[in-house]
């Protein structure tokens, strides 16, 4: 006789528990008020599309850092919460993305490859709308801006752990009076770990030697045994930790390649974010300049970076910085490089607080131009008071 299997019942899946009524009105209300957000975003983008309009009848730049510092001081101010500056900034640094592409397409050369830390920090500043050109080199951020062939370049200037990049301090002196100092940007540098297998099986580490060292710490206590493979880049890192996962599963093996890079760098390579934010310093910021064929008007809390070479006699850096200090001008940075022509003799550099256009920064400009062979004021512009 035939047995007759029996079926399990199957259970009914659990009820979704029903939203309340008061969260229904609730979200009611949000949908009402992104209807009028929509609305109100449109009529300012209207009011854009005339702005435009306005400047490319005369001539005036599309990106003014003077008006952007205005926008986001008067936001700001009015900023009751909950919502933090911070986010309230970041929406708007978008929106104003945005209307750069209404009034003219913008393209920014930063220093790449795709995913670097100088293209995550010109995403920040500029946002999402406007396009993007992987110049290679500093070198090439300030060539392609003085032949216009981008409106604005990024470039990095100074590190909180490494001090000054010499490469833009040289850039700087090879393009003096041709390019100048249009804004200044300070982004938080995090490094994140990406790959595309569990923790436990990561094998080795591709990234900057510079990279492995600002994480040192953190990469000896949790992957002590891991092989750690220097590249070119934190970018090219993450390319090459893509490739070789793609390549293992491809062949059936298991993969246990990782980066250490920005998440920008994952999101652009298809790596997921294993551990965001693996760096042994979190207060690790860089400043980046922007770099423009125009001057910026002032705003009334601005820098100026000045680059000088001193006469060659006892006590000219002394002098020169003296007649800043007789001003009441505060100096905010010194740098220094070889000045390249001559042995032992240098290039500086110096933030002075203040615009070239400030009467007391004209007169000590002039003053300490006696003290020098060469004085060249690379530029004037707002001053950054926030970390993107």
């Not at 705003?299 to 006699?313: L, N, Y």
Request: glycine share 8%; hydrophobic share 40%.
């Amino acid at each position: 006789m035939a047995t007759r299997k029996t079926r399990k019942k199957q259970q009914p899946a659990p009820a979704r528990p029903k939203d309340s009524a008061r969260l229904l009105e609730l979200r009611r209300k949000i949908d009402a008020v992104d209807q009028r957000l929509v609305r109100l975003l449109n009529e300012r983008a209207s009011l854009v599309v005339e702005v435009g309009k306005a400047k490319r009848a005369d001539g005036t730049p599309i990106y003014a850092p003077h008006r952007e510092a205005e926008v986001l001081r008067k936001v700001l101010a009015s900023n009751k919460g909950p919502l933090s500056d911070r986010a309230v900034e970041g929406v708007y640094r978008e929106l104003m993305s945005g209307s750069f592409a209404l009034e003219q397409p913008l393209r920014i050369g930063y220093l790449g490859p795709p995913g670097s830390n100088s293209h995550a920090a010109a995403v920040k500043q500029f946002g999402s709308s406007v396009d993007y050109e992987d110049l290679r080199e500093i070198g090439g951020v300030f060539t392609e801006v003085r032949r216009g062939h981008v409106n604005y370049g990024l470039v990095p200037i100074e590190n909180s752990l490494g001090g000054g990049i010499v490469e833009t301090l040289d850039a700087f002196k090879a393009n003096a009076q041709q390019i100048s100092i249009y804004g200044e940007v300070q982004i938080t540098v995090h490094h994140a770990l990406l790959a595309n297998c569990q923790p436990s099986q990561v094998r080795r580490i591709h990234s900057k030697p510079e990279i492995f060292q600002q994480c040192r710490n953190w990469l000896s206590t949790q992957y002590p045994g891991v092989e750690l493979m220097p590249a070119a880049s934190s970018s090219r890192a993450a390319q090459i930790a893509a490739d070789e996962c793609r390549k293992a599963l491809e062949i059936g093996a298991e993969p246990g390649s990782a980066a250490i890079g920005t998440a920008l760098a994952g999101q652009l390579y298809g790596l997921n974010v294993l551990f965001p934010r693996i760096e042994d310093d979190p207060n690790n910021i860089t400043r980046f300049v922007i770099i423009a064929r125009q001057n910026a008007r002032p705003t009334g809390d601005d820098k100026t970076s000045i680059m000088f070479t001193t006469d060659d006699k006892p006590g000219a850096l002394v002098s020169v910085l003296g007649v800043f200090q007789a001003a009441g001008i505060n100096l905010s940075h010194i740098d220094k490089r070889p000045q390249g022509r001559e042995r032992w003799t240098y290039t500086f550099f110096v933030d002075a607080l203040g615009h070239r256009e400030d009467p007391a920064m004209v007169a000590a400009v002039e003053q300490a131009q006696t003290h020098c062979r060469e004085l060249i004021v690379l530029g004037s512009y707002p001053r950054s008071r926030r970390i993107l």
